[in-house]
């Protein structure tokens, strides 16, 4: 019957054995190779990406932004329109009046 190895005399056992510290043959060429085969990044994907990221966003403040015009009252518009006709409808000869 064979002997059972506790788990610490296992990790004993592991730890005796020698450090084996050499690398396969090409080891570096083979990683190499792999890097090359990669497709290179474009920059125009990475900004794709963000722009699709943030219509979420964006669709959300529209929807915040709607809700906040639609809830005020038509009423608090009617002064920044008297003061938008007068200033827009003012004659230019008023504006540019140097005789005084």
């Not at 920044?80 to 140097?98: G, Q, R, Y």
Request: charge should be negative; include cysteine.
């Amino acid at each position: 019957m064979k002997k059972r190895i506790t788990p610490e005399e296992f990790v004993k056992l592991a730890r005796e054995l020698p450090n084996d510290e050499r690398v396969s043959y090409a080891f570096e060429k083979r990683v190499m190779a792999h890097i090359a085969s990669r497709p290179a990044a474009d920059a125009l994907i990475f900004w794709t990406q963000a722009l699709w990221r943030a219509v979420v966003p964006c669709v959300g403040i529209m929807i915040v932004a709607a809700a906040v015009s639609f809830s005020h009252p038509s009423d608090v518009a009617s002064d920044s329109e008297i003061d938008l006709d007068n200033a827009v409808l003012t004659l230019p000869e008023a504006a540019f009046d140097l005789s005084a």
